[in-house]
């Protein structure tokens, strides 16, 4: 092999060595990303877990219940929903 030929291939191997270095540490970038997402959507998560079972514990209680069911008897009575 001729010297300028085995410059040509040092030269694009140096380009490659330094390509795989720049996607690794994008990789390594990306993997964190999806660390941080994957954990703020465990913690919206049990969050929203959370709020649904206080809702139906809110939907459970009586008061909740006695005044859910006035305003529809309202909205009945002034022909805007059907009371059943």
Avoid: T
């Avoid at 410059?7 to 694009?12: G, K, S, V």
């Avoid at 795989?20 to 941080?36: D, G, I, P």
């Avoid at 709020?51 to 305003?71: N, Q, T």
Wanted: proline share 2%.
């Amino acid at each position: 092999m001729n010297d300028s030929a085995a410059a040509r291939l040092q030269c694009e191997n140096e380009a490659l060595v330094f390509e795989c270095e720049k996607l690794r540490r994008e990789a390594k970038r990306l993997v964190a990303v999806n660390r941080a997402l994957e954990a703020r959507l465990a913690i919206a998560g049990v969050e929203s877990d959370r709020l649904r079972s206080y809702l139906e514990a809110i939907k459970r209680s009586r008061p909740w219940r006695v005044a859910h069911c006035g305003r529809r008897w309202a909205a009945a009575a002034r022909g805007n929903v059907d009371p059943s």
